[in-house]
């Protein structure tokens, strides 16, 4: 069943580069060519044919379109390794469908407005999708398993630069300085983030310890303190509402604001905690940070008494014969898998959340960014970002589409500080 004066056209292409006109255009043959005779007079066509009719002669419309494509295991747009691998697949079985709806609203003469995302259902408590009824709603205990699911944005105001933003450490790489081949630097430059690819550190692991030799000792010496946004993790759970806090981060500030470690699942890793790249042995994080300070260079001249070149001879494993091994920080590099753990907390937990708020995160790395279309049809979904993320995921933040979700953009502190508020726990 459809509403009255919609047209309904059957759509298949590769691409989406059809105009409107197009879409009319099929209709119409539709109906002339492909519906049977006996089937012409019936109300339900000559309705599509009214429909035809005056949109032929008044351009006013509205397109719902539903698409429905195949994320092969392959996709080029996932860094290898890193595709969730759902137990042992076959290879006579097929990838999991995953559909994304885009809502067109009414144009003015065929101009056309898209927002791609499901819209989901309001829950009945929630008055309309603002950061007042969010709140109100969280004080009041309608929210009783919260997920936090937090990217690198929530630690730059501790000190820690981020990966994609215009100052981000992508960004600000400069190839010509790391100790790399000719053609290592080359491939940094076409693509920053093969810094931080498995592939390069098992060539060469000079490159990423040297883009992160202050992360690594700012680590150390304590000097990046957790925020306003990580203590917020901190007052969920002590209120008894926070079900998980999923983060995107290796810098451990969630679970120093006091967070309990089992409540606290770091899908990329920690700097804190070292392995052999070989053999798996563990090596404590502060002896790590020594060799990092005494063997890998200041790319900018912070540290003067950093060496003047990069040695990665410290850094080999001798906790037993005949092992290769580099020590290395536990962290998830591209090309690497991601934890089990990521996978069983998103079969058993993801589904059952009822709020989720999406912090510092751009919402571009895979698997992670699948967690906001895993949640169900009414967990309401806040986005508080610098900027505007999300709607490749499902998210749809715009009226009157939107039904539970909301992006609050600006300072990440100052957003939290403001739900804080809302909730009644300004103090």
Known sequence: PFPEGWVVVGWSQTDLTD????????AAYQLEHEIPDFMKGLPQIQSQVESLKRLLKNPNFSVMVTEQHRQASGDPN????????????????????????SFFGPGDEGEVIETFGTAGVRPPFLEAPTLEAIGRALGSGHFRSVLLMTGAGVSTNSGIPDYR???????????????????????????????????????????????KREFVLGSANGTFRPTATHMFARILHEKGYLMRVLTQNIDGLHTAAGVPSEKVLEVHGSIRNCVCSECGTSFPFQNFAEKVRESVKSLHGLDAS?????????????????????????VVLFGESLPKSFDVAMDEEVSKADLLLVAGTSLTVAPANQVPSVVPLSCVRLVINGQRVGEHCGLVFDSPYSQRDLLLEGDLDEGVAALCRAAGWGE
């Open 19 to 26: 105009t409107v006109g197009n879409f009319i255009a099929k």
């Open 78 to 101: 996932v860094p290898e390794g890193q595709e969730r691998e759902r137990g042992e697949k076959g290879e006579e079985e097929e990838d999991e469908d995953t559909c994304t709806q």
């Open 165 to 211: 933003s215009a100052g981000g450490m992508y960004a600000s790489i400069r190839p010509d300085l790391l100790t790399a081949a000719e053609e290592e630097r080359e491939a940094i430059k076409r693509d920053p983030t093969f810094v931080a690819n498995i592939r390069l550190f098992r060539q060469n692991p000079l490159p990423l310890l040297e883009v």
């Open 306 to 330: 950093a060496p003047s070149e990069s040695s990665v001879g410290s850094f080999q494993c001798e906790s037993k014969f005949f092992c290769n091994g580099i020590i290395r920080p536990a």
